[in-house]
């Protein structure tokens, strides 16, 4: 039985206590960490830079998921790497030469992923599935957090498991969008690996207690 893995996303913290956010999570049982990351262009949101990715490696052992919603991905991935990230996920729709892309996050050290946008097809990642460590489902229009699912992604996130299957990389999916305690099993039960949730977890009181009681229901997901 393969068990997925809820990555708390820290778009939906609160920045003014970043520290303790992150601390209450991890004490609740977090392994991954989701960072978005925004430019205001490639998406209508501006978010955090490599100073604050730096700021948080020093108070959490985490494993730090950074995504790129930004363009030209090839000129900050340096940057990301440097400051602590342990996967860095960039916009198919964003990079003009992905494989190169892939293979130089790689070359890092550091796991390298791929996003698509809900209108994006999965058939476009074929020629780049062997070099991904991880496909990233977008079920949301990326830009910002508490959106509703969308529902034709559970389509998409079954023929994404199948690609990487074919193409034999190992490679994880994730899923990022309208992830809540009402949908995270028929979402894990599609196949996706890794499911982000950024204002179901801290958008309540207790984010810890949160974590905890929607990791219960994906430890009742078969796969």
Known sequence: MV???LAPSILSADFSNLSRDI????????????????????VPNLTIGPPVLKSIRKVTGLTLDVHLMISNPDEMVSSYVEAGADIITVQYEASCHLHRTLSEIRKNGVKAGVAI?????????????????MILVMSVNPGFGGQAFIASSLEKIKKARQLLD???????????????????????GAGADVLVAGSAVFGCDDPGEEFKRISSVLEQVER
């Open 23 to 42: 601390g209450l999570v991890e004490a609740a049982g977090a392994e991954i960490l989701h960072v978005d990351v925004m430019d205001g262009h490639f």
């Open 117 to 133: 946008n809900p209108h994006s097809p999965v058939h476009l990642l074929e020629e780049v599935a062997p070099y991904c460590d």
């Open 3 to 5: 068990m997925s893995k």
């Open 166 to 188: 074919s193409s034999r990389s190992g490679g994880l999916i994730e899923v990022d969008g309208g992830i809540n305690i009402n949908n995270i099993a028929e979402v894990a």
